[in-house]
């Protein structure tokens, strides 16, 4: 699963490609744990916290939701990044279980 339920929201797990051609979503990834990421590029060089910005927005406005609960809980010079979204667990499990159905069928 690529996401874990915690009591301040849900840890979104991401494997991050910065310099991208394209932004958004482009599937998921098992590493060889088995533990299942969402593959997310971004356009943004991995320099000065650029290409996690750039992945903060992208989170936030897929699930429109404000920046400010969306936040990079480890990771932060890794590619394996956990995101974590801070609200109601189940609202925002809904939001990312539909965005990943939607976006994962056109990826």
Same mark, same amino acid.
């Given at each position: 699963?690529?996401?874990?339920?915690?009591?301040?929201? $849900? /840890?979104? =797990?991401?494997?991050?490609? @910065?310099?991208? &051609?394209?932004?958004?979503?482009? %599937?998921?990834?098992?590493?060889?744990?088995?533990?299942?990421?969402?593959?997310?590029?971004?356009?943004?060089?991995?320099?000065?916290?650029?290409?996690?910005?750039?992945?903060?927005? $992208? /989170?936030? =406005?897929?699930?429109?939701? @404000?920046?400010? &609960?969306?936040?990079?809980?480890? %990771?932060?010079?890794?590619?394996?990044?956990?995101?974590?979204?801070?609200?109601?667990?189940?609202?925002?499990?809904?939001?990312?279980?539909?965005?990943?159905?939607?976006?994962?069928?056109?990826?």
């Amino acid at each position: 699963m690529v996401f874990e339920e915690t009591n301040k929201g $849900l /840890i979104l =797990k991401v494997r991050l490609t @910065p310099n991208a &051609a394209a932004a958004g979503v482009k %599937g998921l990834f098992k590493n060889a744990d088995g533990e299942e990421y969402v593959k997310i590029a971004v356009t943004a060089v991995p320099e000065k916290n650029k290409a996690n910005k750039d992945l903060v927005a $992208l /989170i936030a =406005k897929a699930l429109d939701m @404000p920046k400010t &609960a969306v936040e990079i809980f480890s %990771g932060a010079t890794d590619r394996y990044k956990k995101v974590l979204l801070s609200g109601q667990r189940e609202v925002i499990k809904e939001k990312v279980q539909l965005w990943l159905e939607k976006v994962l069928v056109d990826a």
